[in-house]
Nanobody, 121 residues
Framework: VQLQASGGGLVEAGGSLRLSCEASGSDFSMKVMAWYRQAPGKERELVAIMLSDDQGRATNYADSVKGRFIISRDNAKETFYLQMNSLKLEDTAVYYC?????????????WGQGTQVTVSS
């Protein structure tokens, strides 16, 4: 399973960005989809997570982004998104998409390359 993240960029505080993570490959099923971020000098942290349709598409968010970020999925495109609104300076980080997916009865962890989000004042 390959993940391609996109959508990062430079935005002013209070602005919005939408990150995308497109999954490709054969015979896989995404069970858990998530976005992480890592700011300079800090550990990677979980930002948002969503379970698959057969698990009710449950979502959860880091407290720091609740009410501002929304994780969603387009099944037809095998793509999931992170809509980021009311961005703050402290949201500046490299954002990574992550998937737990089954492929040939194996549950694996897959990471996309990072996409830089920079929020300016």
């Amino acid at each position: 399973v390959q993940l391609q993240a996109s959508g990062g960029g430079l935005v002013e505080a209070g602005g919005s960005l939408r990150l995308s993570c497109e999954a490709s490959g054969s015979d896989f099923s995404m069970k858990v989809m998530a976005w992480y971020r890592q700011a300079p000098g800090k550990e990677r942290e979980l930002v948002a997570i969503m379970l698959s349709d057969d698990q009710g598409r449950a979502t959860n968010y880091a407290d720091s982004v609740k009410g501002r970020f929304i994780i969603s999925r387009d099944n037809a495109k095998e793509t999931f998104y992170l809509q980021m609104n009311s961005l703050k300076l402290e949201d500046t980080a490299v954002y990574y998409c992550h998937v737990k997916a089954t492929k040939n009865l194996y549950l694996g962890d897959y990471w996309g390359q990072g996409t830089q989000v920079t929020v300016s004042s």
